[in-house]
């Protein structure tokens, strides 16, 4: 009698699948809501101070007492522009445009030239010489008044638009020439041998090379600059008394009475000495970002 044998059952294998793009996972990203309530609270924080300003400036003396002073008011009025722009502002707007205009091109120029030398410097002195504007940021200006108004009145500055913009170009140059050289740096080396090679000096380098280069940097150290010299007070305060050589930080004690204060008037001041610097972001505003990071992301 013929046996037949059937072949043991050998573990089962599954047809492979077949090749193919692979489906993307989405991953979701669950929502950060203490962030984003953070955010919102320090935006009213900064937002708030600003309407109060702006919403006080459009008030009268005798709104501005009686009322809520967050609450919007139908008794609006441009009276306290009007009282502002009659009471000298325009010879203040152009003492602060003439000191501010003059103390950026003079320390942007300066130190310029020192970061470049900084950097591409070959001497030891000239290397050494970042650590002295270095030692510049660590001298606060509070410390320097009363050596530096002896100075101004020695030289017969006093009193005048000079006195205010002297010092505050050396005030301004340790932070200016630290911002340059962090942007120098990175500029790629070949870029200057390449032009050295071709018989460039270093005045060409510098204007042909590194000004178009670095223009984020120079438009970020300008407004930087500019900020701090337009709402300087400690200076005109101490170097300055003659009402015709007053800039606008100056310009609002014109509504401080001797018992009272105009805050509508004051407030409006403010607003109207605050829109230059505004313009002056808006139209820089891409190059600050890109200017103030220069040089930390190596």
Do not use: C
Request: proline fraction near 8%; glycine fraction near 6%.
């Amino acid at each position: 009698m013929a046996t037949t044998t059937t072949p043991a059952a050998g573990p089962r294998t599954r047809p492979a699948a077949p090749l193919g793009p692979a489906r993307p996972r989405t991953v979701r990203s669950r929502p950060n809501v203490p962030a984003a309530v953070a955010g919102l609270v320090w935006l009213a924080v900064i937002i708030l101070p600003i309407y109060y300003v702006v919403i006080t400036s459009l008030r009268g003396q005798a709104g501005f007492f009686s009322g809520n002073p967050l609450a919007p008011t139908r008794n609006l009025t441009l009276d306290n522009y009007a009282k502002v722009l009659d009471s000298g502002f325009w010879t203040y707007f152009l003492n602060s445009v003439v000191v501010t205009a003059a103390s950026v091109a003079v320390t942007v120029a300066l130190s310029l030239m020192a970061a470049y030398a900084v950097v591409r410097g070959r001497g030891r002195l000239v290397r050494s010489a970042f650590s002295v504007f270095l030692l510049g940021l660590a001298i606060p200006v509070h410390a320097t008044i009363i050596p530096l108004y002896y100075m101004i009145t020695r030289v017969h500055l006093y009193d005048s638009l000079l006195a205010l913009i002297l010092p505050s170009i050396g005030f301004a140059v340790p932070v200016t020439v630290l911002i340059l050289a962090n942007f120098i740096r990175d500029i790629p080396r070949e870029l200057f041998e390449s032009m050295r090679l071709d018989g460039g000096s270093d005045g060409r380098i510098l204007w042909h090379l590194v000004v178009p280069l670095a223009r984020p940097a120079l438009v970020t150290v300008g407004i930087y600059d500019a900020l701090h010299v337009w709402n300087g007070f400690l200076f005109p305060l101490i170097l300055t008394q003659s009402p015709d050589k007053r800039v606008l930080p100056m310009a609002l004690w014109t509504f401080q009475g001797e018992y009272t204060v105009d805050v509508p008037a004051v407030l409006a001041a403010v607003v109207l000495s605050t829109l230059p610097m505004l313009a002056a972001y808006l139209v820089g505003r891409r190059y600050l970002i890109r200017g103030l990071t220069a040089g930390f992301s190596r």
